[in-house]
């Protein structure tokens, strides 16, 4: 069973990158898409893009394209960078699994991770 | 932009039957897929291509998928099904959650 591991600094302040990696154990990152997921507090989940593990990515038009994933197959990790962060962009952010038959869906997640952006 | 509107909340006797919908412009025209969101856990997927169930999900949720609306439908609800309940579609290549119902029992 494949599990997920997101980590990161925690705290990001306004205007800096914020860079997290999920690692991924009980499986390979070869041969499948993963996703990175964000919910804010109190609020739904807003998906951030999709990668493939050769590094082809899509993402969703609606970050205006501050997102950057890749990947490591070395390490079987995954990584996110989110530039110019505002207190918008404070959320936990999930990686996922993704299948993909016609469309994409997610499973399983990480736990996530809070990043709070603040001075 | 493609938008999935789901009810902010749904209430439910125990052992009752619990519907929760989702809608969206010819949503059946794609596939749809549901999670269940409980505090401090990371979400969990209960259905996926409109109405298939991952192992391990019990078979009191189902779900239909047509026309504008899917519909989750949880029979016998338990007290351990309360949670927040998220669809999720894929619509010119962006994936879409809908802003989540909170299901209480």
């Known amino acids: 069973q494949v599990q997920l591991q997101e980590s990161g600094p925690g705290v990001v302040k306004p205007s800096e990158t914020l860079s997290l990696t999920c690692t991924v154990s009980?499986?390979?990152?070869?041969?499948?898409?993963w996703s990175w997921i964000r919910q804010p507090a109190g609020k739904g989940l807003e998906w951030i893009g999709r990668?493939?593990?050769?590094?082809?990515?899509i993402y969703n038009p609606s970050l205006k394209r501050r997102a950057t994933m890749s990947v490591d197959t070395s390490k079987n990790e995954l990584s996110l960078e989110l530039t110019s962060v505002t207190a918008a962009d404070t959320a936990v952010y999930f990686c996922?699994?993704?299948?993909?038959?016609?469309?994409?869906?997610?499973?399983?997640w990480g736990p996530g991770t809070l990043v709070t952006v603040s001075s | 932009s493609f938008e999935l509107t789901q009810p902010p909340s749904v209430s439910v006797s125990p052992g009752q039957t619990a519907s929760i919908s989702c809608s969206g412009d010819n949503l059946g025209a794609t596939y749809a897929s549901w999670y269940q969101l409980k505090p401090g856990q990371p979400p969990v997927l209960i259905i996926y291509q409109d109405t298939k169930r991952p192992s391990g999900i019990p078979e009191r949720f189902s779900a239909s998928n047509s026309a504008n609306i899917a519909t989750l439908t949880i029979s016998g609800t338990q007290a351990m099904d309360e949670g927040d309940y998220f669809c999720q579609a894929w619509h010119n290549r962006i994936v879409v959650f809908g802003g989540g119902t909170k299901l209480t029992v």
């Open positions: 996922a699994l993704t299948l993909v038959v016609a469309a994409p869906w997610f499973d399983p």
């Open positions: 009980g499986g390979s990152i070869s041969g499948h898409y």
């Open positions: 990668i493939y593990y050769t590094g082809n990515t």
